[in-house]
């Protein structure tokens, strides 16, 4: 069975760091694409960051420069190094396998960050 | 970058109703468009892929239909586990975009 499951999120000061993971299961995780979106409290759905299999790498102009996307294949794991937090990241972190020209599917279960002072 | 507008941003339905929520692209992305159901607190969940192919494990209720720049999700008989927001992303072009969502929920 495909999965993707999220570590905790938690509580940061603004200005502070958080990494996110994803554990995958279930696929062949070094041959797609993954991709970290995020929803903001009661608002819609936006791409943060994807990995290409091979390790390219885009990101959003809002995390640009902050955020730091990576992967280990032989953990199947997917990671989201999140720096210089700001309350304006406060959201709910999804991983998804899928990335450019394909859909997103599945999504782990989502990890809440809160950016506050 | 491609905006995704969905209409209507609510639709009030009982149960066993049938739905058609709208989205559309400013620009065309052929049939490279998914749908996706979210319930309160739940992750999204594919739905239907290249603008009208089912996911695995998606009930025949669900159907999607469109292409270039106009698409629709058709749900029938809506159940109760159907009321949720829907959102329509596409990935012709990066940046990969959703819209807004439609909620669909219990008159």
């Known amino acids: 069975q495909v999965h993707l499951v999220e570590s905790a999120g938690g509580l940061v000061k603004p200005g502070e760091s958080l990494r996110l993971s994803c554990a995958a299961s279930g696929f062949t995780f070094s041959d797609h694409y993954m991709t970290w979106i995020r929803q903001a409290p009661g608002k819609g759905l936006k791409w943060v960051s994807y990995?290409?299999?091979?390790?390219?790498?885009n990101y959003a102009d809002s995390v640009k420069g902050r955020f730091l996307i990576s992967r280990d294949n032989a953990q199947n794991s997917l990671y989201l190094q999140m720096n210089s937090l700001s309350t304006e990241d406060t959201a709910v972190y999804f991983c998804a396998r899928g990335g450019p020209g394909v859909w997103f599917d599945p999504w782990g279960q989502g990890t809440l960050v809160i950016v506050s002072s | 970058e491609i905006v995704m507008t969905q209409s209507p941003a609510t639709l009030s339905v009982s149960p066993g109703d049938g739905v058609t929520l709208s989205c559309r692209t400013s620009?065309?992305?052929?049939?490279?468009l998914a749908w996706y159901q979210q319930t309160s607190g739940q992750a999204p969940r594919l739905l239907i892929y290249d603008a009208s192919t089912r996911a695995t494990g998606i009930p025949a209720r669900f159907s999607g239909s469109g292409s270039g720049t106009e698409f629709t999700l058709t749900i029938s008989g809506l159940q109760s586990a159907d009321f949720a927001v829907y959102y329509c992303?596409?990935?012709?072009?990066?940046?990969?975009?959703f819209g807004g969502g439609t909620k669909v929920e219990i008159k």
């Open positions: 992303q596409q990935y012709d072009s990066w940046p990969l975009t």
């Open positions: 990995i290409s299999s091979s390790g390219y790498t």
């Open positions: 620009q065309t992305v052929g049939s490279n």
